[in-house]
């Protein structure tokens, strides 16, 4: 069962995506803003972060770049969920080290297969 | 004691006449003071008392709704089966909780749907759709848009063009026209999206203005929304009395390339009003419109700069090389710094050997100036 952090300031999405997370039997931790989401990698292990980019304390860009900037945590898979859709932005986050990007309205669908694929795809990377 | 206070209230009121005209208005001020107080504490206080109120009953009903929309839209078994949207159907002893019947409960509903149709499309947002008609939730919404509030008009309108349900022309189209320019904006925008035959019917009608910002809005609205019928925006510019809605067309042509419109566009260039010809002749540069050209440099030397500015750029755009002696002239001769720029850059557009050629002789015959300006336009890292 994957560990999945979900950094989102919106309380509406934030629950709507653990249910939809938890019932496709993630293990799901949420957290309100970027602050809150450098606490919990701190103290747990997880395999992907599901971020949006605007949020108070620290944004979405900022959660890529320490992530990506710590040897420790540097193999977590991060989704960007974001109404955010200029191209700047976007391709910043990617720059940064984010692995895919989804914008809002989002389909639940379509969330679960690319957090799907995106654990796959680590999994293969790391039995090689 | 009470008896004495009275006593002395009523001695102080007898006397009040006799005493004088500063105490007197002091006196009043005082009182006046006093009563202000006692009604901002007041309305302080009941405003307090209402958002306490809404607080606890949100804090309470948060929860079930959350749970509601979780059980039956996120969680909808019948929606991980592959079941089409139209054939689901809800669990009807949890929608029809007496709870739900009560309308700020049923306000509470409707925000929140709303909410979540935000950051949700697909099958979940169509789920939460049916789950809003399904619930009655639609009729609320008429009933605000009933009212004369236009913060509650403003309120149904979001919620039908979030929710997607199509309302009459009759109900919309004369709010398009609100003199309150949030009504009226949201009208507009709601019209757009609501309408599937007319969407711009409110154009022909609109005698208020379409004001900048809400053109950004609608632009963003038309430009996004799916299936929407794109007309020939160059019916307004023939026939709309109204400038902002003739100037927000040109922007339309202009992004959907609507070449048809071009005699329509060249038409505005008898217009009277400098910056409406200024944007008419971006437009036909933008339209690439080298039927303009000459029209454009026959009546560049009777423009405000503005204007001629717009000109140059525009035959940069056209780029079709036969106006290339002219640009050269400018850049060379013109006393505007604007001017030179402009020539300088359509030259540069123009992308040819030709205009390359044009570019060399000038660097090496003009002045130290003009070459600066030429190299700064030559620059790929600088932006026009």
Not at chain 1, 30 to 45: I, M, R, S, T, Y
Not at chain 2, 210 to 221: S, Y
Request: hydrophobic share 45%.
């Amino acid at each position: 069962m994957a560990n999945i952090l979900v950094v989102e300031d919106d309380e509406i999405m934030l629950k709507a995506v653990k249910n939809i997370l938890s019932k496709d039997g993630y293990n799901v931790i949420l957290a309100k803003n970027g602050k809150e989401a450098f606490e919990k990698l701190e103290n747990a292990d997880y395999d992907l972060v599901l971020s949006d980019l605007m949020m108070p304390y620290a944004n979405g860009l900022e959660v890529i770049s320490r992530l990506k900037n710590d040897p420790a945590k540097r193999h977590i898979g991060i989704i960007i969920v974001s109404s955010v859709g200029n191209e700047e932005t976007i391709t910043e986050a990617f720059r940064l080290g984010a692995d895919d990007y989804l914008k809002k309205p989002i389909m639940a669908g379509e969330l679960l297969i690319r957090i799907r694929k995106l654990l796959t795809n680590k999994a293969v990377r790391q039995s090689l | 004691m009470w008896k004495d206070l009275i006593d002395l209230l009523f001695q102080a009121y007898e006397n009040f006449g006799f005493l004088p005209l500063f105490i007197q208005v002091a006196f009043a001020l005082i009182i006046l003071a006093l009563a202000a107080t006692i009604v901002a504490y007041s309305s302080i206080l009941v405003r307090r008392y209402k958002a306490y109120v809404h607080e606890k009953r949100m804090n309470f009903i948060t929860p079930k709704i959350e749970d509601l929309i979780t059980e039956q839209v996120l969680l909808n078994e019948q929606l991980s089966m592959g079941v089409p949207i139209d054939e689901i159907q809800f669990d009807k002893k949890a929608l029809s909780d007496k709870i739900y019947k009560k309308l700020w409960v049923r306000q509470a509903l409707i925000d929140t749907i709303v909410q979540y149709r935000k950051n949700f499309r697909g099958e979940v947002g169509e789920l939460l759709r049916k789950l809003y008609i399904d619930m009655g939730l639609t009729n609320d919404s008429f009933e605000k848009l009933k009212t004369m509030k236009w913060e509650r008009k403003v309120k149904a309108l979001t919620e039908f063009s979030q929710m997607d349900i199509q309302i009459s022309d009759v109900t919309v189209l004369p709010m398009t026209n609100s003199p309150n320019p949030i009504l009226r904006a949201t009208a507009r925008n709601a019209y757009v999206q609501l309408s599937k035959n007319e969407p711009f019917k409110f154009f022909d009608i609109a005698t208020e203005p379409l004001l900048p910002w809400d053109q950004l809005e609608l632009f963003k609205i038309i430009t996004t929304t799916k299936d929407i019928v794109i007309p020939n925006f160059s019916r307004w510019i023939s026939y709309s009395g109204n400038k902002s809605i003739v100037s927000f067309c040109l922007k339309l042509i202009e992004h959907y390339d609507q070449k048809t419109a071009i005699p329509a566009v060249m038409d505005l260039l008898n217009s009277k009003d400098h910056y409406f010809r200024a944007e008419a002749i971006a437009c036909l540069g933008k339209l690439s419109a080298e039927i303009a050209e000459v029209r454009l440099v026959k009546i560049y030397e009777h423009q405000p700069l503005i204007c001629q500015v717009e000109i140059l750029r525009a035959i940069g755009n056209i780029a079709s090389g036969k106006y290339l002696e002219f640009l050269k002239h400018e850049l060379m001769y013109s006393t505007s710094f604007d001017i030179r720029m402009a020539a300088t850059r359509a030259i540069i557009n123009h992308d040819s050997d030709e205009a390359r050629e044009v570019i060399r002789e000038i660097m090496s015959t003009t002045y130290e100036e003009n070459r600066i300006i030429i190299k700064h336009c030559l620059n790929p890292l600088i932006k026009n």
